[in-house]
């Protein structure tokens, strides 16, 4: 008996980490950005000269119960006591696996039908490059992919970003992300 339930305890054991490691292969890569990022990534005023394309992103391995996607870029680094949003996308529909370059300029429409991008910390919709104080060292640049567990944010272009992280966080079944630098 002790040892059909000890078989039974490591099977389900098993299983369970099966599971676990399935999830923890979600992935976030790009073919547009690296360890550093490029003046195509740099934002286009307040000082900086880049031309403001969000990169191409793609992602693989989401977890199971996936039911739609957001996308973020932070600057914890900025001089501002609350970090930097560059770009918040979310109800991307969970068939979507992939971002096409300039997918964050809202004028263009390149996103995925139905998905919304609301407000940044430079105070508009759509992808915000960086564009750090000069003299400071090296920010960091976190792109993030969320998985969750809802269809659908009830939010609008206008919801300011710490509600929709709220949101993200509160409806995050994974995420996993890319950490870019860029000086000037």
């Not at 195509?40 to 394309?53: L, P, R």
Request: glycine letters at 10%.
């Amino acid at each position: 008996m002790l040892k059909r339930v000890l078989s039974g305890v490591i099977g389900l054991s098993a299983l369970c980490s099966l599971n676990v490691m399935a999830e923890s292969n979600f992935t976030l890569f790009s073919n547009e950005i690296g360890g550093q990022l490029s003046s195509k990534q740099v934002f286009s005023g307040f000082g900086c000269t880049g031309d403001n394309i969000s990169p191409a992103l793609n992602w693989k391995d989401a977890p199971a119960g996936t039911k739609s996607f957001a996308v973020t870029v932070y600057d914890p680094d900025a001089p501002t006591g609350a970090g930097w949003w560059h770009w918040l996308m979310v109800n991307i529909p969970a068939d979507t696996t992939s971002l096409v370059s300039d997918a964050g300029n809202p004028a263009k429409d390149l996103a995925p039908k139905g998905s919304i991008q609301t407000v940044t910390s430079y105070g508009q919709a759509g992808f915000g490059g960086a564009c750090p104080p000069k003299g400071d060292s090296a920010h960091r640049y976190i792109f993030t992919v969320y998985a969750l567990k809802t269809d659908k944010l009830d939010v609008n272009a206008q919801n300011q970003p710490a509600l929709i992280g709220y949101m993200l966080n509160a409806n995050a079944l994974a995420k996993a992300s890319i950490i870019s630098y860029y000086q000037r």
